[in-house]
């Protein structure tokens, strides 16, 4: 199971961070994948990271003001956001695509597993 939390109401040009711990011990085999989502909209990618934490990927709109990490000893991925605009309001999601996989996928149907979201609004 994958736990989001740490969103909010922010103004713009705020910043939060987003952490995403799961429950599986295999989580350090999972790479793992942040996606937000509007009302009416496809879900939408917005960044990854490989399960050794080397390789990171991320969406155009949010490069250079996102930062994705984790911390495998302590089955937690993170989602820095920075200079936050209101285009970034949505709900965000977490998942994991494993074990081992070599590519990080940007797709949403690549990921097995997902959390249950939480809501991020950056008011203007």
């Known amino acids: 199971q994958l736990q989001a939390s740490g969103g909010g109401l922010v103004q713009a040009g705020d910043s939060l961070r987003l952490s995403c711990t799961a429950s599986?011990?295999?989580?350090?085999?999972?790479?793992m994948g942040w996606f937000r989502q509007n009302p009416g909209k496809e879900r939408e990618f917005v960044a990854a990271?490989?399960?050794?934490?080397?390789?990171?990927l991320y969406a155009d709109s949010v490069k250079g003001r996102f930062t994705i990490s984790r911390d495998n000893s302590k089955n937690t991925m993170y989602l820095q956001m920075n200079s936050l605009k209101s285009e970034d309001t949505a709900v965000y999601y977490c998942?994991?695509?494993?074990?081992?996989?070599?590519?990080?996928?940007?797709?949403?149907?690549?990921?097995?597993?997902w959390g249950q979201g939480t809501q991020v609004t950056v008011s203007s």
């Open positions: 990271i490989k399960w050794t934490g080397i390789s990171t």
């Open positions: 998942a994991a695509d494993g074990p081992f996989t070599v590519r990080v996928e940007t797709s949403s149907g690549a990921y097995d597993y």
């Open positions: 599986r011990r295999t989580f350090s085999s999972y790479n």
